[in-house]
């Protein structure tokens, strides 16, 4: 491991902490007046369509037993300055990518994020998947694009304390990658853009607030609305965006949002402020100025753990079936904020008198955080329906709940967590091909330092 990572991590350990005894310091709440202090600035905004929405789709729910394995497939190695190393943020899926690929039976392309560290995005092919345990049957995707900054320097992760990031290809109104950037410590920042699908010359435009809401509940995964259920929530194309941060920032589960990109000939100016965002899901409650999001179990998800990391989302479709899922690493039996051998670090132990913090352990458990006893990488199901009565008021945001789960484990390459790689979380972001009703998930450190792709067709 390179000392830029050792002293990366270092870096994160010091924050980690801060930042979790901070949650559990009650007397460094801002009120009052200190409330106006901590809002965002006022910025030019966009001005959202009132027009009502459409009809509710009719629709069965995709079930865990109608995806269908197909295998795995390699990523390419290094280009334009990144690799696929400790890759696993942010994945696309784009319809018109690879032409002279599609002999295969997997037309299309994907657009992803590599390294954590730089978050560039590269394009690549996607060769037919291989069923084995053997790294070395699968295939290998094939580098189209070249990776590159998308943001065009509106985001350095290099300079960002766990950097955390979406993409989503949206063809309407006109072809574009979506992003969102974010941070392991952050409150109320600009987090949200869109790029051309050049990477040579993204044009990026942004970075936009979201309205009101914390980037603590907004600025990791990122997908597509399809159509037809979008318009049951706003008028126009809309997107999902949200985050699952751990330890109850975020609330007691995942967040979701629908938001509309705007106008993209009269894009917003940087700095600006997108308008009717519309809850899908939030486990808790968004007080004004207040970064974290106030909850009680009353209001979490089934099953909430605090070490839970949901990476991915989708929104599935197939004929008349339809699910809204997330991908991530589920944490199961007991947990605690400490270290992974099981050391327990109380929150104000610093404070105490005298102070009875414990030595942190040596490398490779000396990364302090959220750890549980057990974990498995799952698919949560939510029912669409239940998230367009969250956006139209008639269901509160916490009140939907998953109505299935798939255990992805038996799938994985390496289906355990490994501290001596720093590896957290067994899968990372997904993408969906809806024409074929293909799903993409990534499983993160599976190929040496890279990740691989696996791939589920959903059945008729």
Same mark, same amino acid.
């Given at each position: 491991?390179?000392?830029?990572?050792?002293?990366?991590?270092?870096?994160?350990?010091? =924050?980690?902490?801060?930042?979790?005894?901070?949650?559990?310091?009650?007397?460094?709440?801002?009120?009052?007046?200190?409330?106006?202090?901590?809002?965002?600035? *006022?910025?030019?905004?966009?001005?959202?369509?009132?027009?009502?929405?459409?009809?509710?789709?009719?629709?069965?729910?995709?079930?865990?037993?109608?995806?269908?394995?197909?295998?795995?497939?390699?990523?390419?190695?290094?280009?334009?300055?990144?690799?696929?190393?400790?890759?696993?943020?942010?994945?696309?899926?784009?319809?018109?990518?690879?032409?002279?690929?599609?002999?295969?039976?997997?037309?299309?392309?994907?657009?992803?994020?590599?390294?954590?560290?730089?978050?560039?995005?590269?394009?690549?092919?996607?060769?037919?998947?291989?069923?084995?345990?053997?790294?070395?049957?699968?295939?290998?995707?094939?580098?189209?694009?070249?990776?590159?900054?998308?943001?065009?320097?509106? =985001?350095?992760?290099?300079?960002?304390?766990?950097?955390?990031?979406?993409?989503?290809?949206?063809?309407?109104?006109?072809?574009?990658?979506?992003?969102?950037?974010?941070?392991?410590?952050?409150? =109320?920042?600009?987090?949200?853009?869109?790029?051309?699908?050049?990477?040579?010359?993204?044009?990026?435009?942004?970075?936009?607030?979201?309205?009101?809401?914390?980037?603590?509940?907004?600025?990791?995964?990122?997908?597509?609305?399809?159509?037809?259920?979008?318009?049951?929530?706003?008028?126009?194309?809309?997107?999902?965006?949200?985050?699952?941060?751990?330890?109850?920032?975020?609330?007691?589960?995942?967040?979701? =949002?629908?938001?509309?990109?705007?106008?993209?000939?009269?894009?917003?100016?940087?700095?600006?402020?997108?308008?009717?965002?519309?809850?899908?899901?939030?486990?808790?409650?968004?007080?004004?100025?207040?970064?974290?999001?106030?909850?009680?179990?009353?209001? *979490?998800?089934?099953?909430?753990?605090?070490?839970?990391?949901?990476?991915?989302?989708?929104?599935?479709?197939?004929?008349?079936?339809?699910?809204?899922?997330?991908?991530?690493?589920?944490?199961?039996?007991?947990?605690?904020?400490?270290?992974?051998?099981?050391?327990?670090?109380?929150?104000?132990?610093?404070?105490?008198?005298?102070?009875?913090?414990?030595?942190?352990?040596?490398?490779?458990?000396?990364?302090?955080?959220?750890?549980?006893?057990?974990?498995?990488?799952?698919?949560?199901?939510?029912?669409?329906?239940?998230?367009?009565?969250?956006?139209?008021?008639?269901?509160?945001?916490?009140?939907?709940?998953?109505?299935?789960?798939?255990?992805?484990?038996?799938?994985?390459?390496?289906?355990?967590?490994?501290?001596?790689?720093?590896?957290?979380?067994?899968?990372?972001?997904?993408?969906?091909?809806?024409?074929?009703?293909?799903?993409?998930?990534?499983?993160?450190?599976?190929?040496?330092?890279?990740?691989?792709?696996?791939?589920?067709?959903?059945?008729?």
């Amino acid at each position: 491991m390179s000392l830029r990572k050792l002293l990366t991590m270092g870096i994160l350990v010091t =924050f980690l902490g801060a930042a979790c005894q901070a949650r559990f310091s009650q007397e460094n709440t801002p009120a009052g007046d200190e409330l106006e202090e901590n809002r965002p600035p *006022a910025q030019e905004t966009a001005s959202p369509d009132l027009s009502p929405p459409g009809e509710v789709p009719i629709s069965e729910l995709i079930q865990p037993e109608d995806l269908v394995y197909q295998g795995f497939f390699r990523l390419p190695g290094p280009s334009g300055g990144s690799n696929w190393d400790y890759s696993g943020q942010g994945l696309t899926f784009y319809p018109e990518g690879d032409p002279g690929g599609a002999d295969d039976g997997f037309p299309g392309s994907l657009f992803g994020f590599g390294h954590d560290h730089q978050l560039y995005v590269s394009e690549i092919s996607i060769p037919a998947p291989v069923i084995t345990k053997n790294i070395d049957e699968a295939s290998t995707a094939a580098t189209l694009q070249s990776f590159a900054d998308l943001t065009g320097g509106i =985001f350095s992760p290099e300079d960002m304390i766990m950097p955390r990031a979406g993409l989503a290809y949206l063809a309407i109104p006109e072809p574009r990658l979506h992003f969102t950037f974010g941070q392991h410590l952050q409150e =109320f920042e600009a987090s949200h853009g869109w790029a051309g699908l050049d990477l040579s010359r993204p044009e990026a435009r942004g970075p936009w607030a979201f309205n009101g809401y914390s980037n603590y509940v907004t600025d990791d995964y990122l997908f597509e609305i399809p159509p037809s259920w979008a318009a049951a929530i706003a008028p126009g194309p809309l997107l999902a965006s949200g985050r699952a941060r751990e330890g109850l920032w975020s609330g007691r589960g995942p967040a979701l =949002f629908a938001y509309s990109p705007g106008d993209l000939q009269n894009p917003l100016p940087a700095g600006g402020t997108l308008t009717g965002i519309l809850p899908l899901l939030l486990y808790g409650e968004q007080e004004p100025g207040l970064p974290e999001i106030t909850s009680t179990p009353e209001q *979490a998800v089934s099953e909430y753990r605090e070490a839970d990391h949901w990476w991915g989302g989708a929104w599935l479709t197939a004929g008349d079936a339809a699910a809204v899922i997330f991908v991530g690493t589920k944490a199961l039996g007991d947990e605690w904020y400490g270290f992974s051998n099981g050391v327990v670090w109380e929150h104000d132990c610093a404070e105490q008198s005298p102070p009875s913090c414990p030595e942190v352990p040596e490398w490779p458990n000396d990364d302090r955080g959220f750890w549980a006893e057990d974990y498995q990488a799952q698919i949560i199901f939510y029912n669409p329906a239940e998230l367009v009565e969250v956006a139209r008021g008639s269901l509160a945001s916490w009140e939907p709940q998953p109505y299935a789960t798939m255990v992805l484990d038996d799938y994985l390459l390496s289906p355990a967590l490994d501290p001596r790689i720093y590896k957290r979380d067994l899968v990372g972001a997904v993408a969906f091909d809806r024409q074929d009703g293909r799903l993409y998930v990534i499983e993160r450190l599976a190929d040496e330092y890279q990740s691989v792709v696996h791939v589920w067709q959903i059945s008729d």
